[in-house]
């Protein structure tokens, strides 16, 4: 098996060109850090996809029903 390390370090733990973009180290940062981890378990990052969703939807339906309840009310206020 082989793998591909996109390490932005050379030797010494330096940066390889000191004038690279900011852009371009986050990136090298961010795919050492996360992409190149282990990922043992989803089941975590599974639950909290979920709870972020159903967060999201439950505010949306509460919006409208309480806007469904002004309406109502208003109607009846005529």
Do not use: C, P
């Not at 010494?12 to 990136?27: T, Y």
């Not at 795919?31 to 709870?51: G, I, N």
């Not at 309480?66 to 206020?77: E, G, K, P, T």
């Amino acid at each position: 098996m082989q793998t591909i390390t996109l390490s932005s370090n050379g030797r010494n733990g330096r940066l390889l060109d000191s004038k690279m973009s900011a852009r371009l180290r986050a990136f090298r940062f961010l795919s050492e850090r996360f992409a190149q981890r282990d990922r043992s378990s989803y089941a975590a990052e599974f639950f909290l996809f979920v709870l972020i969703v159903l967060t999201a939807t439950w505010s949306m339906f509460s919006l409208a029903h309480a806007m469904s309840h002004l309406a109502h009310a208003m109607a009846l206020s005529r």
